[in-house]
């Protein structure tokens, strides 16, 4: 594109004297090319529960293999043929003793014991969660270049009327930006719970010695009993929970749950404009210029993306999760301007002057990164000055 108008400009400059030609530089300053990225995070659409520290209750001194129990209405201990494979039953003892009738279920043949447990527990209480999109807006300011040739077509009601054509160069810019969609604060503590739980025997048989009964390591009987009513499983069938009491932190710790996202944004601009030039004296060699504009704007952007899901506790910090997006291309928009101009003529064929150009597109212009999006604003707001030559 850059040559195409070189080659235009150089054209005009090469046209006879009396054509009436004006050739300009431009310093500009281009505003209000405000871009904007909206869209949602990765760590947003994660279950973030599953990313936390378990949670558990749980007692480890019982494996609920052979073994003595004590508990508030009975107990349920070894005798001498526990566990011995050599036994006719060594899953079974006699070593046993309940106190109420119904502790026994006749139906499943069961004998339940009621413990009291303190039992370790770790809790995680949500303080604050914060998830939300990725909002974040800036301006794309920049310094660029406009060169530009004119051309007089005549005179009208004392108006100069001129065709222009320009090209403005916006040199590479880069703009590196950081957000976050997932905050979250948390409690961690560990502690001690009073933990209610009944403890289920299988028995061996429908009818039970009377409440009361105790047993004995040794037993009333010299060789094992024939009737199997006075035995039971020592190892428990299952652990019911009944209740829990009051939880006693011992450890205690905030934690937070965070993500970082960071996008690095390189852009270069580029514009061609054919302009209706209206040129009107205000005072002696000070003119005041109007033209419409057609432009066409080219727009090169490569944007990257990361995003971490991070864990921070006391010990440090510990990546849960890590993203990573890229996305680059070009596109070309058409458009409508308006510029406005004072110029200072100088006798010898100079002038210098300010500037300012209003420039809108329709088209809508977006660049993908993961799951955000990068898209430019339709408006974009030049001023400069403005030295040139009129032939």
Not at 143 to 153: D, F, H, N, R, T
Not at 237 to 242: G, H, I, K, L
Request: with cysteine.
């Amino acid at each position: 594109m850059s040559r195409i108008i070189l080659f235009v400009l150089c054209m005009l400059a090469a046209l006879p004297a009396v054509a009436d030609l004006r050739l300009k530089a431009t310093l500009i300053r281009r505003s209000d090319g405000t871009m904007r990225l909206s869209g949602k995070s990765y760590s947003s659409e994660l279950e973030l529960d599953r990313l936390l520290p378990a949670t558990y209750l749980h007692d480890k001194s019982d494996d609920l293999g052979y073994g003595d129990r004590y508990f508030l209405d009975g107990y349920v201990c070894m005798d001498p043929g526990t566990g011995n494979p050599n036994s006719p039953l060594p899953d079974s003892t006699w070593y046993w003793g309940y106190q109420d009738a119904a502790q026994y279920d006749a139906e499943t043949q069961t004998l339940s014991f009621t413990s009291s447990k303190v039992m370790e527990q770790q809790l995680v209480d949500d303080l604050s969660l914060h998830v939300g999109r990725e909002q974040r807006s800036f301006s794309a300011e920049a310094l660029g270049l406009e060169l530009a040739g004119g051309y007089v077509l005549g005179q009208w009601g004392g108006t100069e009327v001129s065709l222009e054509l320009g090209w403005l160069w916006l040199p590479n810019q880069q703009r590196k930006l950081s957000t976050h969609g997932v905050n979250g604060s948390f409690w961690l503590r560990q502690g001690l719970r009073e933990l209610q739980q009944r403890y289920v025997y299988a028995t061996y048989g429908t009818e039970l010695p009377p409440p009361g009964h105790a047993g004995t390591y040794e037993g009333p009987f010299d060789q094992p009993p024939q009737e199997t009513n006075v035995l039971i499983h020592n190892r428990p069938e299952r652990v019911e929970t009944m209740g829990q009491g009051n939880f006693e932190p011992q450890k205690e710790e905030r934690f937070f749950l965070r993500n970082r996202v960071q996008y690095k944004i390189d852009w270069q601009e580029q514009e061609l404009h054919l302009a209706l030039q209206f040129r009107k004296q205000l005072w002696r060699n000070l003119d005041c210029l109007l033209a419409p504009r057609l432009g066409l704007r080219y727009v090169r952007c490569d944007v990257k993306r990361r995003e971490n899901l991070i864990q921070e506790r006391k010990q440090g910090k510990q990546m849960l999760r890590q993203w990573r997006d890229s996305d680059s291309g070009s596109r070309l928009m058409p458009g409508l301007g308006l510029a406005a101009a004072l110029e200072k003529q100088f006798d010898n064929g100079f002038f210098t002057g300010f500037q300012l150009a209003l420039n809108c597109y329709p088209q809508q212009v977006k660049f993908r990164a993961g799951p955000a999006s990068l898209s430019l604003r339709h408006t974009t707001l030049d001023c400069g000055a403005v030295i040139g030559f009129r032939f």
